[in-house]
């Protein structure tokens, strides 16, 4: 399987040498170079996206202004490409020389002539013939990383990988993960000083938080800091760890804790720190997790690491003893602010929980936290001590409650951008909320599951007087003023979860959306200058760049996939198809001449109408449970698929109890993407056939009639 990929990156290596007396081809455009830091590090020079957040501040805003508010009108399609990918397609690419890089799917890494949109190589890790049960998460890669001719990615099932910049050629690849669990990496590298360093995701699956560091040359290990501590009786790694283990009671150690790193990792060049943001408590229950109460460090925090040798050196608790899925791993961006008179080096971030935080980056003291949407769980934060003030009962202790925001949060991974000309943020937010409710746990004998997001919480009661108000869900983006602590506009958006956004030195902001535009608006006022229909959704957030002068325009759309875009009640009515809609990068420029091919308009998805198989309503409403724990994040709420696998309800497989077997329990389709679920037996699969069933003929015969708004419960991302 190894000779299969070299084999394909080797046949696109040839294509491209051949084509290398065109001055297009990757070889001849990258030169040699010792390392991106400068690049990376220079904030002014628009020119190249060699990084996730652009530059080392990964404010996601770039200098350019050739494309301003003036001339957006005049933007344009320069070219597209529609992936061989089947998964998502919402990766921030990075462009570097000439040359740009995409990561779709199961970490399906493309270079493209940037001018031409010509694909140079292609290569696949093949991540689905080795990753077993790391395949049911089911995220996929979020974005890649640029270092000294190597593009550095992690894939899902755990490696660590390099290839040739110029060739795809594999250069290194590490087992970064264990094998035998269920931690993912889904988030881009970052690199400085020649290291690369990596989160991981897991929360839900018994995890224990890490940030792990990797020489960018060769891929060997150099450090760990793990986020939350482990068994005490086997000793703690660092005097953090010790610190932290004071502030945990009973056996967390053996549900993992959580305080995963999956996302948030900012390097900082004039401290040389690298600051970390922290995930959620796993499971979110925090009398399974930490009975005594407690503030569980360093669970839902941003921690400032020394980014040489990875020690701790500060760190600050938005969620002490973290209960919600809330957490602080969206991204950290830094800036120099004017406040009170003088300029201070500070790190913002509008994590889950619904504040904005700005901290003093040299001391980690909260500066300013305000809230950015409606938030039930507390008041404020109190300055002097840097803690939230906590509203009554948000910990469930009194019986099962329904709060703002839900486990989406207010903003999730989709980055916001900050413009340091004008000192605004533009954050893609989520109005959603969760219910919470740990009736019926039995927190001394409750374990973790294999194979399943664990929550350890249980769903609303029934008929209970409690609902989630999906109606009122929706989303916006808005303009936030860090320095005044005050919204400066807000536009709402189309459904729940959209891209990601760009700032620019020409007075704009873009950002792609579920309905598929992807839109231009007046950084200071909010207002809509452009907008383009790119036949799928846009949840990739946008990079620029300039070649030969000229500024361009890149981002990735797809049908909506992983979560949190996927499993939302409320994202599958904008009808993109699994199997219909395209995995597209759409590249733009002034006066750009590209056409888009022809695209199947979005739609519904027609439930597969059958005898073959009537639904017996009492397996049926056995499925349900199943379905949502195992199915759900990929299939979607109420098997109403929203793009991210096959919509089961208009499939034929799940009439055939063989068929049905064989993809479940032998893994008939793992090569698409679908998991092998061995640790179900036949017994197992009866329920789930009838959910499905029953549900396709709920919703062919009631296509015309209006159904009660979907039951929404934790949903876990
Ligand atoms: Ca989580």
Redesign the pocket.
């Known amino acids: 399987m190894r000779q299969h990929y070299r084999a394909r990156a080797q046949l696109l290596a040839i294509a491209c040498s051949a084509l290398a007396a065109t001055a297009s081809c990757a070889p001849d455009a990258l030169p040699k170079r010792t390392g991106l830091t400068v690049l990376i590090a220079d904030e002014a020079n628009g020119d190249s996206w060699p990084s996730y957040g652009r530059t080392y501040s990964e404010n996601h805003y770039s200098p350019l202004d050739e494309i301003n508010t003036a001339t957006v009108s005049r933007l344009k399609l320069a070219w597209s490409y529609d992936l061989d990918v089947l998964q998502r397609n919402d990766a921030q690419p990075l462009m570097v020389d000439g040359v740009l890089y995409v990561a779709a799917g199961f970490s399906i890494i493309h270079a493209f002539d940037a001018r031409s949109g010509k694909l140079l190589w292609r290569f696949d890790p093949e991540v689905a013939a080795v990753a077993a049960q790391k395949m049911r998460p089911s995220w996929g890669i979020r974005g890649l990383a640029l270092w000294n001719n190597k593009v550095i990615f992690g894939t899902q099932d755990g490696r660590l990988m390099a290839v040739d910049a110029r060739t795809g050629r594999p250069v290194w690849s590490t087992q970064a993960l264990d094998t035998s669990d269920e931690t993912t990496i889904t988030g881009a590298p970052r690199v400085f000083n020649g290291k690369v360093v990596i989160g991981f995701?897991g929360?839900?699956r018994a995890a224990r938080g890490a940030v792990l560091c990797f020489d960018a040359e060769t891929g060997k290990f150099l450090w760990r800091f793990y986020t939350v501590p482990g068994d005490p009786a086997k000793g703690f790694e660092n005097k953090a760890m010790e610190m932290a283990a004071k502030t945990w009671s009973g056996q967390w150690w053996k549900y993992g804790g959580?305080g995963?790193v999956w996302n948030a990792m900012t390097y900082d060049p004039e401290l040389n720190r690298l600051y970390i943001g922290t995930?959620?408590g796993?499971p979110?229950n925090w009398k399974i997790r930490n009975p005594k109460g407690g503030d569980a460090l360093f669970l839902a925090s941003i921690i400032a690491l020394d980014a040489d040798t990875g020690e701790y050196i500060w760190h600050h608790q938005q969620n002490p003893n973290e209960a919600w899925?809330y957490?602080s791993t969206m991204d950290i961006v830094m800036a120099t602010l004017p406040i009170e008179g003088r300029p201070r080096k500070v790190l913002m971030q509008a994590p889950k929980n619904g504040f904005y935080f700005v901290l003093d980056r040299e001391t980690g003291k909260l500066i300013s936290a305000e809230k950015i949407a409606r938030v039930d769980w507390a008041k404020g934060y109190d300055l002097r001590t840097g803690r939230p003030i906590e509203n009554p009962n948000v910990r469930y202790e009194k019986g099962p409650i329904v709060m703002w925001p839900g486990?989406y949060g207010t903003h999730n991974w989709q980055p916001m951008s900050f413009s340091p000309k004008l000192n605004l943020a533009f954050i893609p937010t989520i109005h959603q909320a969760d219910g919470y409710s740990s009736e019926g746990i039995e927190p001394a004998t409750w374990q973790p599951a294999r194979n399943r997001g664990n929550t350890g919480m249980s769903p609303l009661p029934k008929d209970g007087p409690l609902r989630v108000p999906t109606e009122d869900f929706g989303s916006s983006l808005q303009a936030w003023d860090p320095i005044r602590q005050k919204q400066v506009w807000s536009r709402p958006n189309p459904g729940i979860v959209n891209g990601g956004t760009m700032a620019t030195g020409g007075g704009l902001v873009f950002q792609g959306l579920i309905d598929g535009n992807l839109n231009a608006y007046e950084a200071a006022t909010g207002r809509k200058l452009w907008s383009f229909f790119a036949g799928v959704a846009v949840l990739g957030a946008p990079i620029t760049y300039r070649v030969n002068g000229k500024q361009y325009i890149t981002v990735a759309a797809g049908p909506t996939s992983g979560a949190p875009a996927a499993a939302l009640t409320g994202q599958a009515k904008f009808g993109w198809r699994y199997t219909d809609h395209p995995r597209r990068i759409l590249t733009f420029t002034l006066d750009g001449t590209g056409k888009l091919p022809p695209t199947p308009p979005p739609g519904r998805e027609e439930p597969l109408v059958s005898d073959e198989l009537v639904p017996d309503p009492r397996l049926a409403e056995e499925g349900e449970f199943p379905f949502r724990t195992r199915c759900r994040t990929c299939h979607g709420a109420d098997a109403r698929a929203m793009g991210g696998a096959p919509d089961l309800r208009a499939s034929a497989i799940p009439l055939n109890r063989e068929a049905f077997r064989q993809v479940l329990l032998e893994g008939a389709m793992v090569e698409r993407g679908m998991p092998k679920f061995d640790d179900l037996t036949d017994a197992d699969l009866e329920p789930l056939r009838h959910y499905i069933r029953k549900r396709a003929m709920e919703d062919a015969t009631t296509a015309t009639s209006k159904r009660p708004p979907a039951s929404a419960d934790a949903g876990?991302?």
Do not use: F, R, S, Y
């Open positions: 995701a929360a839900e959580g995963t995930g959620n796993g979110w899925d957490n486990t876990g991302v």
